[in-house]
């Protein structure tokens, strides 16, 4: 077995040797290409920029000297005039200070000067460079047993000052045909590209001293997998020790496995005894959250009752009076009875409204939040306004939620009722609860925000903790905060907070899907 994973160790690390000795073969490749490309580009980028001197400064000042008459109009001078020249003589002097073996020229199908004069392989770039096949051309040459690397860029076409020396020999100056004579380097076009310059680099240094370090790479790589291949050796032996005194541990874990297997039995059969009285308790606790809320919803009742009946008390009051005293006519009897028959449709609708909010959500639905908010103002306008607070809503987005309506209605009933709770025990000046519905980064978001001074206990978040109350305990349970955060995250996919703000208390309500 050990020696079978041996094998296949070694010939995983054999393979990843040979790719990754390519890859850096290619990469040293690569970089003796690059050096040299940089070094020819350079030197030629210089010599156009000589050339467009000579032929965009240099020339111009001469003509306009011979022009002027200052200078013989069949002046010519090479050192002055030439390009072609001046760069050669340049590159000459380079070469020789720096020992760069560089070769330079200019190479044209019809030059003046046969130095320049273009080879066949030479007339073959040329010809691309005119039809517009090539925009430059690099290649590796092999001569006399030295690499080059090779690149010629094209020069610009003829423009109309070239044709002073290269259109007729009866145009160009005395001293060009003298020096040249009148037979190469005429015949030129305007819009015709002349020439191309070339530079042949020496690589074969370059590349030496690249493969020296393509080998030293190779030998280190090859020392770095060995000790790789040795380590594995080590590790695998290791390895075999160790599933050997696994065995033996696992051999000891079954048997203390068999002794645990009771205990285990007992502790899962101890935690579902737990968790049956935990949600017990919370039956309870739901329960007397309901009790607690058909307590407030009969003093809100009250409230909403008291005024209708003392209106229906009045109206038999004033018809009893009318009848003693022989004043009561049909007319105003049938009025009054229809103002009768008005105050116990409202107190109707009033016991229609708390029994539909107390009517359990069979199944969850969608429903814009104007209203739930619609609701809470129905069941606590009486209350509200008996205790002479005020409640304003915004609704800056009518978005639409899902879930339980009722259930929703009676969080935000209680968190409005315990506003009105503290109100009451603080005596607050003008009080104030103000329902807020907005989408905030995407999510349908509620808050209910009090002036009645805020919340003073630390850390605020345990009044959400079950039993836990500010209130006095004749009016207070603890659980209402309780079941409205387990309503809002169990029931309708969001989240309460709550933190006091610049006049009092804000519970905001977050819910998890987006708009």
Same mark, same amino acid.
Request: hydrophobic letters at 40%; aromatic letters at 10%.
């Given at each position: 077995?050990?020696?079978?994973?041996?094998?296949?160790?070694?010939?995983?690390?054999?393979?990843?040797?040979?790719?990754?000795?390519?890859?850096?073969?290619?990469?040293?490749?690569?970089?003796?290409?690059?050096?040299?490309?940089?070094?020819?580009?350079?030197?030629?980028?210089?010599?156009?920029?000589?050339?467009?001197?000579?032929?965009?400064?240099?020339?111009?000042?001469?003509?306009?000297?011979?022009?002027?008459?200052?200078?013989?109009?069949?002046?010519?001078?090479?050192?002055?005039?030439?390009?072609?020249?001046?760069?050669?003589?340049?590159?000459?002097?380079?070469?020789?200070?720096?020992?760069?073996?560089?070769?330079?020229?200019?190479?044209?199908?019809?030059?003046?000067?046969?130095?320049?004069?273009?080879?066949?392989?030479?007339?073959?770039?040329?010809?691309?460079?005119?039809?517009?096949?090539?925009?430059?051309?690099?290649?590796?040459?092999?001569?006399?047993?030295?690499?080059?690397?090779?690149?010629?860029?094209?020069?610009?076409?003829?423009?109309?000052?070239?044709?002073?020396?290269?259109?007729?020999?009866?145009?160009?100056?005395?001293?060009?045909?003298?020096?040249?004579?009148?037979? #190469? *380097?005429? !015949? =030129?076009? &305007? @819009?015709?590209?002349?020439?191309?310059?070339?530079?042949?680099?020496?690589?074969?240094?370059? $590349?030496?001293?690249?493969?020296?370090?393509?080998?030293?790479?190779?030998?280190?790589?090859?020392?770095?997998?060995?000790?790789?291949?040795?380590?594995?050796?080590?590790?695998?032996?290791?390895?075999?020790?160790?599933?050997?005194?696994?065995?033996?541990?696992?051999?000891?874990?079954?048997?203390?496995?068999?002794?645990?297997?009771?205990?285990?039995?007992?502790?899962?059969?101890?935690?579902?005894?737990?968790?049956?009285?935990?949600?017990?308790?919370?039956?309870?606790?739901?329960?007397?959250?309901?009790? #607690? *809320?058909? !307590? =407030?919803? &009969? @003093?809100?009742?009250?409230?909403?009752?008291?005024?209708?009946?003392?209106?229906?008390?009045? $109206?038999?009051?004033?018809?009893?009076?009318?009848?003693?005293?022989?004043?009561?006519?049909?007319?105003?009897?049938?009025?009054?009875?229809?103002?009768?028959?008005?105050?116990?449709?409202?107190?109707?609708?009033?016991?229609?409204?708390?029994?539909?909010?107390?009517?359990?959500?069979?199944?969850?639905?969608?429903?814009?939040?104007?209203?739930?908010?619609?609701?809470?103002?129905?069941?606590?306008?009486?209350?509200?306004?008996?205790?002479?607070?005020?409640?304003?809503?915004?609704?800056?987005?009518?978005?639409?939620?899902? !879930?339980?309506?009722?259930?929703?209605?009676?969080?935000?009933?209680?968190?409005?009722?315990?506003?009105?709770?503290?109100?009451?025990?603080?005596?607050?000046?003008?009080?104030?609860?103000?329902?807020?519905?907005?989408?905030?980064?995407?999510?349908?978001?509620?808050?209910?925000?009090?002036?009645?001074?805020?919340?003073?206990?630390?850390?605020?978040?345990?009044?959400?903790?079950?039993?836990?109350?500010?209130?006095?305990?004749?009016?207070?349970?603890?659980?209402?905060?309780?079941?409205?955060?387990?309503?809002?995250?169990?029931?309708?996919?969001?989240?309460?907070?709550?933190?006091?703000?610049?006049?009092?208390?804000?519970?905001?309500?977050?819910?998890?899907?987006?708009?």
């Amino acid at each position: 077995m050990f020696l079978r994973t041996s094998k296949k160790i070694f010939l995983i690390f054999a393979l990843l040797y040979l790719v990754l000795g390519f890859l850096f073969y290619r990469f040293y490749e690569h970089l003796v290409l690059e050096e040299a490309r940089r070094q020819v580009t350079a030197v030629l980028s210089s010599f156009n920029a000589l050339r467009t001197y000579i032929e965009t400064v240099q020339k111009p000042v001469i003509y306009r000297l011979q022009k002027e008459g200052k200078l013989d109009k069949n002046f010519f001078d090479p050192k002055l005039l030439s390009a072609s020249y001046i760069a050669r003589h340049v590159l000459t002097n380079y070469i020789q200070d720096n020992n760069a073996g560089y070769q330079y020229k200019l190479a044209a199908t019809n030059p003046r000067n046969p130095h320049n004069k273009a080879d066949s392989f030479e007339t073959g770039i040329l010809h691309q460079f005119r039809s517009g096949k090539l925009k430059s051309y690099s290649t590796i040459l092999e001569e006399g047993g030295e690499q080059y690397f090779y690149q010629a860029l094209p020069l610009g076409k003829n423009e109309a000052s070239c044709m002073r020396c290269h259109s007729t020999p009866d145009r160009a100056p005395s001293g060009l045909i003298r020096l040249y004579g009148d037979k #190469a *380097g005429f !015949g =030129e076009k &305007i @819009g015709q590209m002349r020439a191309f310059i070339s530079l042949k680099v020496p690589i074969s240094h370059i $590349i030496d001293q690249h493969k020296r370090d393509f080998f030293i790479t190779l030998f280190g790589l090859f020392v770095l997998f060995a000790i790789f291949y040795q380590l594995f050796v080590l590790l695998h032996k290791k390895d075999l020790k160790i599933q050997e005194e696994r065995e033996a541990k696992e051999n000891y874990l079954e048997t203390v496995n068999a002794q645990l297997g009771e205990r285990i039995e007992q502790e899962v059969e101890q935690r579902l005894k737990q968790e049956h009285e935990l949600n017990e308790q919370e039956r309870i606790m739901t329960q007397q959250s309901k009790l #607690a *809320g058909m !307590g =407030e919803m &009969i @003093g809100n009742i009250a409230h909403q009752w008291r005024q209708p009946l003392t209106q229906l008390s009045s $109206i038999l009051v004033n018809l009893e009076l009318r009848q003693e005293r022989g004043k009561l006519d049909n007319e105003l009897f049938r009025r009054k009875i229809t103002e009768a028959n008005e105050q116990i449709a409202f107190m109707s609708g009033t016991i229609d409204d708390f029994r539909e909010f107390f009517a359990p959500d069979r199944v969850p639905e969608h429903y814009p939040v104007s209203r739930l908010f619609t609701t809470v103002e129905k069941l606590m306008r009486a209350a509200l306004k008996n205790n002479n607070i005020h409640l304003v809503t915004t609704i800056d987005t009518d978005f639409i939620l899902e !879930g339980y309506p009722n259930e929703m209605a009676q969080t935000l009933v209680n968190l409005v009722s315990n506003a009105k709770d503290v109100f009451k025990e603080r005596g607050t000046q003008d009080p104030e609860i103000v329902l807020h519905a907005f989408v905030k980064e995407g999510h349908p978001t509620i808050t209910i925000t009090d002036n009645a001074g805020g919340i003073h206990i630390e850390p605020i978040e345990k009044v959400f903790e079950p039993y836990f109350s500010t209130k006095h305990a004749s009016t207070g349970t603890g659980i209402g905060l309780y079941m409205s955060k387990t309503i809002i995250e169990k029931h309708n996919q969001g989240s309460i907070s709550v933190k006091n703000v610049k006049a009092g208390a804000q519970f905001t309500i977050q819910f998890d899907h987006s708009v």
